[in-house]
C-alpha cells in the first residue's frame, strides 16, 4: 500500500522533535509535519480538560494538512488524551507513554526512577501501566521546571544543572537502577544527567520504540510513501521559531504560525 500525505507529529514545544528524529532515523523516506504548541507550554500543569482541548487544536491542525497518520510526540497529551482522540477522529494515532516496562522486566533492583511531567504522573493512564508491577518500586519525581527551561534554550544552563542534582539524588539514594524519561523533552537533558547519575544506571526514553511503532501501524493502515523522490520536511511554531531551529542543528526552516 503506497501513501504519499506526510506523518503528522505535535507536541507542547520542541521536546517532540526527539520522537521526530527518532521517526526520521527510521523512515527516512517519509514526508513529516511537526507542530510546536509551544506557546502553551507546559501541557504538565494543565489541567485533563485543557489538554484534551489543545490535543484537538493540534489534530485538526495537522489533518487540516493532510496527515495520514498523527504522533502524539508528548506524554501528558498521550496519557490524558489519547483516547478522547481515538474516539474522535478516524486517523491512527501513535501515543507516547513512559516506557516503564523494559525497566520494570530488567530491573535488578526492582526500583525504577520515573522523571515526567505532573500531568503525566497524575494520570489515570501512567497508574495503570504501573499497577500491572507490583513488585517493582516506582519513585517518581515531577520535573518542575524543566520544560521551560528546555523550551528557552537553557539546556546547559546553571538552573537546569542545580534542578536535575535536586530531582536525581532522592532516586540514586533510593537504589534505582533505571531510570525512565517520561517527558518528550527530557531525552534533551540525558548529557547532563549522565554526569549526575552512577554508570549503572540505564536511561530510558521511548524514541525509538515509538518509531518502530508509526512503522509498524504505517505498514498494517495507511500505507508508507513511495521512496524514490525527495522527502519533505516541515516544522510549525507558534511562538519565536530560534529556539526549535536550533535543536534542529538549523538544518531546516521553521515556519511561525499564529495557531
Partial sequence: MENNQPIGLFD???GGTSIWKAIHKLLPHEDTLYLADSKNAP???KSKAEIIALSRKNTEFLLD????????ACNTATTNAIQ????????PFIGIEPAIKPAALHSQTHKIGILATQGTLNSAL???SMQ????VVFVEQIGHGLVELIENGQIDSPTMESLLHQYL??????NIDYLVL????????????????????TIIDSGEAVARQTQRVLEQTVGLRNPTSPSSQRFFTNTDPQVLEAILDHKYPVIPTDF
Fill in 169 to 174: 539524588r532522592p532516586m540514586i539514594a533510593a
Fill in 12 to 14: 507542547s514545544g520542541i
Fill in 43 to 45: 501541557y504538565g500543569i
Fill in 84 to 91: 478522547e482522540l481515538r474516539s474522535r477522529y478516524s486517523v
Fill in 65 to 72: 494538512h493532510q496527515c495520514k497518520i498523527i504522533v502524539v
Fill in 132 to 135: 500491572q508491577y507490583q513488585n
Fill in 182 to 201: 517520561g517527558c518528550s523533552h527530557y531525552p534533551y537533558l540525558i548529557p547532563q544527567i549522565q554526569k549526575i547519575l552512577p554508570p549503572h544506571i
Fill in 126 to 128: 501512567f497508574h495503570q
